[in-house]
């Protein structure tokens, strides 16, 4: 069964200064690998995706994020935040081809002045 | 080109009703997935729609049933509801294509059972 670790509930990073978010995950071959955001009460919305190709995708709002097949990882990366990036980030498996996502339980960021 | 929408935005039920949540997908787009995302927790996978018929199903109860209409729209219907239901709803949609790699997100419906 596939499955999405995000192994930090809470991150604060001030403003300017650089983010990371973690994600593993755990599925039988290369899946599809999506970021997506959500403000307070909001639905999602779709910051990333890896298909295929470069490990290395750039999405909306400046964010980047790289993919490790030996590590099994796909963390999400920002050069410098901004207080309007206060969210909470979720990272999302799928098998190829297919929209059935699985998520994991999400990463709160917190952005001090 | 107009996005999903999700209709009600909030809802009040009692323990043991029935609740019909209901989502319009994008346009052009024939596949409608449904998802539980409990407080504080991740987006759970329900069901899935493609061209009216069920095309896959999560780890939910039979008391959680959908329908796609021919316009692609959905509805998500629970039965008996249970305090532990109480979640924000989040349809999406996709496609063209059963096989298709994009999903977008509706607002969502916060439901509260009581």
């Known amino acids: 069964a596939q499955s999405v670790t995000q192994p930090d509930i809470h991150i604060t990073v001030s403003e300017g200064a650089s983010l990371e978010l973690r994600c593993n995950y755990s599925?039988?071959?290369?899946?599809?690998l999506f970021w997506y955001v959500q403000s307070p009460g909001q639905g999602l919305q779709l910051l990333l995706k890896y298909f295929s190709g470069d490990t290395l995708v750039q999405g909306i709002k400046g964010f980047e994020a790289e993919f490790k097949r030996s590590q099994s990882s796909f963390n999400l990366r920002k050069p410098s935040v901004h207080w309007s990036d206060a969210a909470e980030y979720f990272c999302?498996?799928?098998?190829?081809?297919?929209?059935?996502?699985?998520f994991g339980k999400g990463t709160m960021l917190l952005v001090s002045p | 080109e107009t996005g999903v929408t999700q209709s009600p935005t909030h809802l009040i039920k009692t323990r043991g009703q029935q609740v019909t949540l209901r989502c319009s997908s994008q346009s052009g787009h024939n596949t409608v997935s449904w998802y539980q995302q409990a407080l504080g927790q991740g987006p759970q996978f329900i069901f899935q729609y493609y061209r009216e018929e069920e095309n896959g199903r999560g780890n939910f109860p039979p008391r959680f049933s959908g329908l796609q209409f021919p316009n692609y729209s959905s509805e998500l219907n629970v039965n008996a509801l249970e305090l532990d239901d109480s979640a924000l709803y989040l349809c999406?949609?996709?496609?063209?294509?059963?096989?298709?790699?994009?999903?977008?997100f509706g607002q969502g419906t916060r439901l509260t059972v009581v």
């Open positions: 999302a498996v799928g098998p190829p081809g297919y929209s059935t996502l699985t």
């Open positions: 599925y039988g071959a290369t899946p599809y």
């Open positions: 999406a949609s996709s496609g063209p294509g059963r096989r298709n790699t994009e999903a977008f």
